[in-house]
């Protein structure tokens, strides 16, 4: 190949002008949803109060829906999210334009991608623009907990604002929790409740709030098929879910006994990642039909899974399973640092170990022999001090270092709280060849995280900042 010869001849120029109120909205006043998804193709970004006024005008709308819509049959049905917007576009490509194409989306639309702002934004301005046809339930992550444990609120603080977080919040507070579809199918997130015996059960709990850490919203937005699900358990029906750290598993006979007490057919849901994209579990023997199906609709899951993703589309009592790949994205560093800052730990780390060895020319048990000299003593004790603060400041240093070497390698399986896998590199590259060994890496992320976590994560996140890398200390 010759050398003057350019590899890409051109690359699109990103968008540079922000949206404002008056350039979102189509002579319709309703938003224009192709002018909206050409700019986020492009990187652009909206004011805080374009932002705003989508997000509002979407609340108005999912206020006034029921906790449990009823949806009928074409649909295509999305399960997780998790703000790849770039595989949002695509899956919106393969399950159907959203002008004629019926929709329900089954939550986690933020989190763990890097995109999650431009995925609600994008979704709220399809909702308003087709309020009859795409549909809106909420996911586990869509609550304030989550979103400060991991990447949401970071991302929407470092793109618009923080007053844009709490309208976020606000409106999520508003999701419908579950939906039947076709009068056959229960639609949720996560699954079912001890505490739910009917639908109807779920038509009277009050939504409009951060859910708790147990109850009906806690269940439908956390609970999974229990692990070994298409295995007999005989009279057991819930248990308390490990893996996540609340909430339950329901077993294969809490699911038969929910639908055939309701007159359904399955439960349709997300919340897991299939490798896949979907799964089919046991039927229920008195239909032969899946008694539970599991659908994850982000491909390549944090930039590590390889997984497939999959929406399902059911027409004409014929259900369809599409699966799709991920598409290219921009590259975020972690957290959203700047090249500048991410540098700083791995520079301190050389500075100080160039600085420790200069001082260092004797070592602690030869300064501590300076005798009968006051002034030499004085200089040896604060030649020790200084040597023990350098190494201290150099180990500090080598720990975000390796912090910030092994959250390159892992992606988004990297811990929002800063702490390194105790595994070798080499073994962690092992372990992130199949789709099990990554899903053991990601197993701790996978578990509601404690009070002590949120904090910790947001304390992590703001030591990420040229501050706190220059007094590491601290």
Avoid at 118 to 144: A, D, F, M
Avoid at 256 to 282: P, T, W
Wanted: proline fraction near 5%; charge should be negative.
């Amino acid at each position: 190949m010759a050398t003057k010869v350019r590899q890409v001849v051109s690359v699109p120029h990103p968008a540079t002008k922000i949206l404002d109120v008056k350039d979102i909205h189509a002579a319709d006043g309703l938003p224009d949803c192709p002018r909206l998804l050409e700019h986020f193709k492009s990187e652009g970004r909206l004011t805080p109060e374009a932002i705003i006024s989508i997000l509002q005008a979407g609340t108005e709308i999912l206020k006034k829906e029921p906790n449990v819509l009823d949806l009928p049959a074409p649909i295509t049905i999305v399960g997780d999210i998790h703000g790849q917007f770039f595989d949002l576009v695509k899956l919106l490509q393969v399950g159907g334009d959203p002008a004629t194409t019926r929709y329900l989306f089954l939550g986690d639309y933020v989190d763990r991608g890097y995109f999650s702002l431009e995925c609600v934004i994008y979704l709220w301005s399809l909702k308003i623009r087709y309020p009859q046809t795409i549909s809106l339930l909420r996911g586990n992550h869509e609550c304030r907990h989550l979103t400060e444990y991991f990447t949401f609120k970071t991302e929407v603080e470092y793109k618009s604002s923080e007053e844009v977080y709490d309208v976020c919040m606000d409106s999520f507070d508003c999701l419908p929790l579950a939906a039947i579809m076709q009068k056959q199918f229960f639609c949720v997130h996560g699954g079912l409740s001890p505490e739910v015996s009917t639908v109807a059960d779920i038509q009277k709990i009050n939504r409009f709030m951060e859910p708790d850490e147990s109850g009906i919203m806690c269940d439908l937005l956390w609970a999974d098929p229990h692990e070994d699900f298409d295995v007999e358990t005989g009279s057991v029906q819930f248990l308390h879910n490990e893996t996540r750290g609340c909430s339950y598993v329901y077993t294969h006979k809490a699911a038969c006994e929910f639908l055939d007490r309701n007159n359904l057919l399955s439960v349709i849901r997300a919340h897991e990642a299939q490798d896949q994209g979907y799964r089919m579990y046991k039927p229920n023997p008195k239909t032969g039909f899946p008694s539970v199906i599991t659908i994850f609709s982000a491909p390549n899951y944090l930039d590590v899974y390889g997984n497939k993703a999959a929406v399902m589309i059911y027409s004409d009592n014929s259900m369809n399973i599409k699966k799709f790949s991920n598409s290219s994205h921009p590259y975020w560093l972690p957290n959203f640092m700047d090249v500048f800052t991410w540098s700083l730990p791995f520079i301190g780390e050389k500075t100080t170990e160039m600085l420790h060895s200069v001082l260092d020319v004797c070592n602690a048990d030869e300064l501590s022999d300076v005798k009968d000299n006051t002034d030499l003593e004085v200089l040896a004790e604060k030649m020790k001090e200084t040597i023990t603060h350098i190494k201290a400041q150099k180990d500090s240093f080598s720990d975000q270092a390796k912090a910030s070497e092994q959250a390159l390698l892992l992606h988004g399986l990297a811990s929002p709280t800063g702490e390194t896998q105790s595994a070798k590199f080499e073994d962690l590259h092992t372990a992130m060849q199949s789709f099990e060994g990554i899903k053991k890496l990601d197993k701790n992320n996978e578990k509601k995280p404690t009070t002590e976590n949120a904090m910790a994560a947001r304390q992590y996140r703001r030591r990420q900042t040229l501050e706190d890398i220059h007094n590491p200390m601290v």
